[in-house]
């Protein structure tokens, strides 16, 4: 039951409400179109909140000391309280795929952008290693295009 209770109060924080678990359940329905097409795990979390949702309203009117009612209940309650804290439950996933979806771009071209993007800050930053000047090839560039001309000057003045 105290397992129970802090998915609870953690997904009544979330919510600002006093009804956590009952209002994750409600955006999940809310969602449920996408997020059965898009979330892998959506339907059996939906299924097993429900009946841990349940089982929680059971124990509080009966208020003797009634564990769950499996310990695989008590070991959902537990990990789904882990997955919320981690980013990992549904509604989360469901994010991060709409979240991707915008960008339009994969997981790798995204750490390829920012490797680059940490490159060009380092290489920005004072006394880090920087490309040679050109201007000396410029230099020497107009050197030779003024001989030149000046050749020209002189075969065409002689004449």
């Not at 919320?84 to 469901?94: A, H, N, T, V, Y």
Request: with cysteine; aromatic share 6%.
């Amino acid at each position: 039951m105290e397992e129970y209770k802090k998915l609870e109060k953690l997904c009544s924080d979330m919510y600002s409400g006093k009804n956590g678990v009952g209002e994750y359940l409600s955006q999940m329905l809310y969602e449920d179109r996408t997020g059965k097409a898009r979330v892998p795990t959506w339907e059996s979390d939906h299924k097993t909140l429900k009946h841990i949702r349940s089982l929680g309203s059971k124990i509080a009117r009966d208020p003797g000391p009634t564990p769950l009612s499996r310990q695989s209940d008590l070991d959902y309650v537990i990990d789904f309280h882990e997955r919320i804290l981690e980013g990992k439950d549904p509604l989360s996933e469901l994010r991060n795929v709409r979240k991707a979806d915008r960008d339009g771009s994969t997981f790798l071209e995204k750490e390829a952008r920012k490797a680059a993007e940490r490159a060009r800050t380092v290489s920005s930053k004072p006394g880090a290693a920087r490309k040679p000047h050109r201007s000396h090839g410029c230099v020497f560039g107009l050197i030779g295009i003024g001989i030149i001309v000046l050749i020209l000057i002189i075969l065409f003045a002689n004449k």
